[in-house]
């Protein structure tokens, strides 16, 4: 498959298009960003390491029933994937209250939520990603059907089912994370973007230990390291 034009650089990822319509080059940049861009950094190899994440857990997920845009990794850094119409709904699963929850609403930063909470936030950088709720999705016409919601969120609840367990297997708490979808070109609503420490947020539910991005919004250092410890968990026996 032949990398063409770009299509699109964002903060994480440039999308090239390729010699099919309907697939795409994923690449995954070094860079960092935080509070909406506000804080930018760069850490050398983090690509390549969510790349390697995200590819993983894509293929996990895929393997429990998940559909997802992951076609192929073709190498390092770069993903073959199915071109999408994404849903400029970011999905949150939140299992351990902290960040925003905590910040907006004053729930006490750690504490395990007695259910797990999904949120949706318009993915608009202008606005800075606001949380919004299903009326507002429809008015500002995210979805064409009412039903489309409850599938995002379904989803979101058997991503969160499946990653919870296999990193409390490999003693981590999957505290948090975002998901994207897009509708592919049959019209299926399937997982996109990626999951990697940029998106969630691992607890080491031995040390407490933060390992994703959060080192890097709250200047803990050793961002990189992080991320490593956390492929280091994916692969178990397989590193
Ligand atoms: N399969 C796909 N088809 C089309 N767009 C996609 C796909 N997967 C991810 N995207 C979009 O690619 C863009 C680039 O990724 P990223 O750098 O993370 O952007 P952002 O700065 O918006 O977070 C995002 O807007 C994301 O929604
Ligand atoms: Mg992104």
């Known amino acids: ?11 994480a990822k440039k999308l090239w298009l390729t010699d099919d319509e309907n697939i ?3 690449e995954f940049k070094d860079d960092l960003t935080a509070f909406n861009a506000e804080k930018k950094g760069s850490e050398q190899g983090k690509g390549a390491l969510n790349c390697k994440i995200s590819t993983e857990l894509f293929a996990l997920l895929e393997k429990n029933g998940v559909k997802t845009h992951l076609i192929e990794t073709l190498d390092d850094n770069n993903q073959l994937v199915k071109k999408v119409d994404i849903i400029a709904i970011e999905v949150v699963v939140r299992n351990t209250a902290t960040g925003s929850l905590s910040k907006r609403l004053g729930v006490e930063d750690g ?3 007695p259910f797990t909470l999904v949120e949706f936030y318009l993915k608009d950088d202008d606005l800075n990603d606001p949380i919004i709720c299903e009326n507002h999705c429809m008015l500002l016409e995210l979805v064409d059907d009412r039903d489309k919601l409850d599938i995002l ?13 296999f990193f409390e297997e490999r003693r981590l708490n999957l505290v948090d994370f975002k998901v994207e979808f897009g509708i592919d070109s049959e019209g299926e609503i399937i997982l996109s973007d990626e999951i990697s420490p940029d998106s969630c947020r691992f607890w080491d539910m031995d040390s407490g230990e933060k390992l994703d991005k959060d080192r890097f919004r709250q200047n803990l250092g050793n961002v990189k390291v992080a991320y490593e410890e956390v492929l280091k968990r994916i692969l178990g026996d397989k590193s």
Do not use: D, F
């Open 24 to 26: 795409l080059i994923a």
């Open 153 to 165: 969120k379904q989803k979101g609840l058997q991503i969160n089912r499946l990653l919870k367990e």
């Open 1 to 11: 498959m032949e990398k063409r034009e770009l299509l699109y650089e964002g903060k």
């Open 111 to 113: 504490k395990v939520l």
